[in-house]
């Protein structure tokens, strides 16, 4: 949450929009096949990486990232604000 809530308002207002994206299309789950667990493996690492990501730290930190995006996705429901700011 803390570091949530020292994003940039448009970074902020980005990953706002694309949760929300992402929840919807994990809504659909039964017909793309993309479960929120899968969501996070195909997309943590272009979503959550380091400024100075190299080979190694790409590779040990995706299973982090991913799980990190699994809580974004999971714990703030599609009114963002409300559960990540209070």
Do not use: W
């Amino acid at each position: 949450k803390k570091l949530l809530r020292q994003l940039p308002k448009y970074n902020y207002e980005t990953l706002k929009y694309l949760g929300a994206h992402l929840r919807r299309v994990a809504a659909s789950y039964q017909h793309n096949k993309m479960t929120i667990k899968n969501i996070c493996i195909a997309f943590s690492q272009s979503i959550i990486r380091h400024n100075d990501a190299n080979c190694e730290t790409i590779k040990t930190d995706h299973l982090l990232q991913s799980h990190l995006l699994e809580i974004i996705l999971v714990y703030v429901s599609l009114d963002f604000e409300i559960i990540i700011f209070t």
